[in-house]
C-alpha cells in the first residue's frame, strides 16, 4: 500500500497544503516516513489523513473561480463503524463549501471497499452544493453496487462514463469540462 502514491502530475498547477483556503494548508510531508496505516499497512506519506483510521484523501486540484474540486481517495470507506463520511464532510467538505466549491469530483479507483450507514451526510452534502453536483469516477464495480444498493447514488453521480474514465490524460480544467458535460446531458 506505500506504493500508491496519490496522482502528482497536476502538483505544478495546485498543491493543497500551499492554498490558504485547503483545508489542508500548511500541512507538511515526510517523504521518507510511512506514518499512516490502513488495517496495519503503511500508506504513501502524501496521503491526508482527515479523522478517519480508513480512508485517506488528496486534493489534487481546487479552482475557485469556477466553483470545483477534484479529490482521489485510498482506503476502505466505512460509514458504518467509522463515520468516515461525518469526518469527510465536516473537516474537508464544509471548509471547501465555505469558500464556493460546489463541484466535486471524487477519484475512487483505490477505494477498497464501501459500508453504509444513514445517508444523513449525504444528503446534507448534496443540499449544500445548491445546483452543483457530486461527481464519483472510476469506483470499483463492488463499491459502485454498494453505493446503488444503500441508495447513495441518489447523491453522488455515477456509472456509464463515469466508470471508465481515463482522467489522467487530462488536465483539470478539462477533467471538470468532460464530466459537467457527461451530467449536463443526463439531467438533459
Given at each position: 500500500m ?14 493543497a ?28 506519506p502524501?496521503w ?32 458504518a ?24 469530483i ?43 444498493r ?26 471538470f ?7 449536463s446531458?443526463?439531467?438533459?
Amino acid at each position: 500500500m506505500q506504493d500508491i502514491e496519490p496522482f502528482y502530475s497536476w502538483r505544478d498547477l495546485y498543491i493543497a497544503a500551499e492554498d490558504e483556503y485547503s483545508p489542508f494548508y500548511g500541512r507538511e510531508y515526510n517523504e521518507t516516513v510511512c506514518i499512516h496505516t490502513i488495517y496495519n499497512y503503511y500508506i504513501h506519506p502524501q496521503w491526508d489523513d482527515f479523522g478517519s483510521n480508513t480512508l485517506y484523501t488528496k486534493i489534487l486540484f481546487t479552482d475557485y473561480l469556477k466553483q470545483f474540486a477534484i479529490l482521489e481517495f485510498l482506503g476502505e470507506w466505512n460509514d458504518a463503524i467509522s463515520n468516515d463520511i461525518m469526518f469527510l464532510k465536516r473537516d474537508v467538505i464544509d471548509e471547501m463549501l465555505s469558500r464556493g466549491i460546489r463541484h466535486f469530483i471524487l477519484i475512487g479507483e483505490n477505494v477498497l471497499n464501501f459500508h453504509a450507514s444513514d445517508d444523513c451526510y449525504y444528503s446534507e452534502w448534496m443540499d449544500d452544493v445548491e445546483d452543483g453536483w457530486i461527481a464519483a469516477i472510476n469506483f470499483r464495480r463492488h463499491v459502485l453496487a454498494e453505493f446503488t444498493r444503500n441508495n447513495m447514488d441518489s447523491y453522488l453521480v455515477t456509472g456509464g462514463e463515469l466508470d471508465t474514465l481515463n482522467w489522467r490524460n487530462f488536465s483539470p480544467q478539462h477533467l471538470f469540462a468532460l464530466v459537467s458535460k457527461v451530467i449536463s446531458r443526463r439531467l438533459g
